[in-house]
């Protein structure tokens, strides 16, 4: 979190309005812009200076591949303070929120609201011994029932001094709703609104510099600078691909500048071993990869630390915690979309093996089919009601979904029941339109189904 940051003045200026040492109502920073412009360096820098204040920081940065696993970013931010915040909870609250957090060894279906005041109340309790930071980076990849809770809890804050900090990937100046429901919910001037701009080149030039260990001519930063818009990942990759291939181009020949982005990062992976490859496919494709996991799922190979080593050192990935992640995300997309469809479906099935959580491991199987398997399908149908009972609609209804479409043609019922709780599930995460149809599916399919039945029924209770 802790890395330097050039520049950004003017945008660490109006963070400071959320860090205010007497502040007592909550407000909220949102800092927008497009894919790698520098959001997470700036939040980063926003979260140290807090925690310097001595604010409490709770933070939580979601990934894509994590955006299904059910309340993931809720369990992220009470990592360290749980015991503090569930302390004085009542009873019927702590308990839902361990359930739905995986928490000690509670089962059991907890109640959506229950999980939703109980941590509003966590909220509360540590509000009450020190100032709170939320911060969320990524919160487009919030997965929705953290989003649901988070945003359940923020609303219903008044006097608490607390402070949201959370970075969003939009298109510049696109007028997207600030994210969690805030808008609409706290006054207007609560919500401070930062997009991220494009860094001026003397800025861009210190980046380079420190991020690349070697200074380049003049001329180089100048088209550096133009060919990038001043968006400092894509001015990184082109600067490593000029210095890949030797900076000694004459002043004013024109730089040979790969056009897609995606070709500058692919040449960039293809310098890694073929080992080191492997290994951050595994990481690309894993929602909550750590060092462990990882190297339990490629069998412990004797290299693996040097692989991880020369990832970090490539500046490809980072370890915080014990957790992995691509120093940015679209390194990683472009390494598992650039894989063979083979070679991510093994990759799925070896993680599979090892995961612990069966909704993941349901998830991993799917992905590593190679067509309908009724096998994997009832391991879905079995994650999704979990998930469901869970307090995660939406995660069952996805799962339902992968279920239904891995049911072999010829199991005609398994293949309407499915259709039936993907209906049901849909319905209950509010996805109306994708309810109705599926559960017109599965009726026309066979009206003496009893997973219609049953999802018709709960359906009218419902509504
Ligand atoms: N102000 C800065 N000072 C130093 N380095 C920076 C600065 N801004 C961005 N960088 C570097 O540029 C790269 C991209 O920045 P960052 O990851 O913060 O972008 P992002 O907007 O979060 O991207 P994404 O949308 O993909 O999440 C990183 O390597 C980061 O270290
Ligand atoms: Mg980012």
Not at 219 to 244: C, D, K, M, T, Y
Request: glycine share 8%; hydrophobic share 45%.
């Amino acid at each position: 979190m802790a890395q330097a940051v050039w520049g950004r003045e003017s945008e660490l200026t109006l963070a400071a309005r959320v860090l205010e040492p007497g502040i007592t109502d909550p407000v909220a920073l949102v800092l927008t812009g497009e894919e790698g412009i520098g959001k997470t360096t700036l939040w980063g820098a926003v979260l140290s200076r807090a925690q310097e204040r001595g604010f409490q920081v709770l933070s939580a940065r979601p990934v894509e591949s994590e955006a299904t696993l059910a309340f993931a970013a809720v369990a992220d931010l009470l990592r360290d303070g749980f015991d503090q915040a569930v302390v004085s909870l009542p009873a019927p609250q702590r308990a839902a929120l361990e359930a739905a957090l995986l928490r000690g060894d509670r089962e059991g279906i907890p109640e959506p609201r229950a999980v939703a005041f109980g941590f509003h109340g966590s909220l509360l309790a540590l509000a009450g011994s020190a100032p709170l930071i939320i911060g969320v980076d990524d919160v487009q990849w919030l997965d929705a029932p953290s989003a649901r809770v988070l945003g359940f809890a923020l609303r219903r804050l008044e006097r608490v001094p607390v402070g949201v900090v959370v970075a969003l990937r939009a298109a510049p100046d696109a007028e997207v709703p600030s994210p969690l429901g805030l808008d609409g919910s706290w006054p207007e001037e609560r919500i401070h609104r930062v997009p991220v701009r494009p860094l001026g080149l003397e800025v861009l030039r210190r980046v380079l510099l420190s991020k690349l260990g070697t200074g380049l001519p003049h001329w180089a930063l100048v088209q550096i600078h133009e060919a990038s818009g001043g968006n400092p990942f894509l001015a990184l990759e082109l600067a490593r691909a000029l210095v890949r291939r030797g900076v000694d181009v004459q002043p004013g020949q024109a730089l040979q500048i790969p056009e897609r982005l995606a070709e500058l990062l692919s040449e960039r992976l293809a310098l890694l071993s073929s080992s080191v490859r492997e290994v951050l496919l595994f990481v690309s494709a894993s929602p909550q990869p750590t060092p462990t996991s990882i190297a339990r799922a490629l069998g412990d190979p004797p290299g693996f630390g040097d692989d991880v080593q020369a990832a970090v050192q490539a500046d490809v990935i980072e370890i915080s915690g014990d957790r992995i992640r691509f120093s940015n995300p679209l390194l990683g997309t472009a390494l598992y979309s650039g894989s063979a469809p083979e070679e991510r479906r093994r990759t799925h099935r070896l993680l599979a093996e090892v995961a612990s959580d069966r909704e993941e491991r349901a998830r991993h199987l799917a992905l590593a089919a190679e067509g309908p398997d009724e096998r994997v399908a009832q391991l879905l149908e079995d994650a999704a009601q979990r998930a469901r009972s869970h307090g995660a609609p939406d995660a069952a209804a996805q799962l339902a979904e992968l279920s239904r479409a891995l049911t072999p043609a010829e199991r005609v019922e398994a293949r309407n029941r499915r259709t039936a709780n993907a209906g049901r599930y849909a319905f209950e995460s509010a996805q109306v339109e994708r309810a109705e149809e599926l559960l017109q599916e599965a009726a026309a399919a066979s009206t003496s189904c009893r997973g219609v039945r049953a999802a018709t029924a709960s359906m009218s209770r419902t509504s």
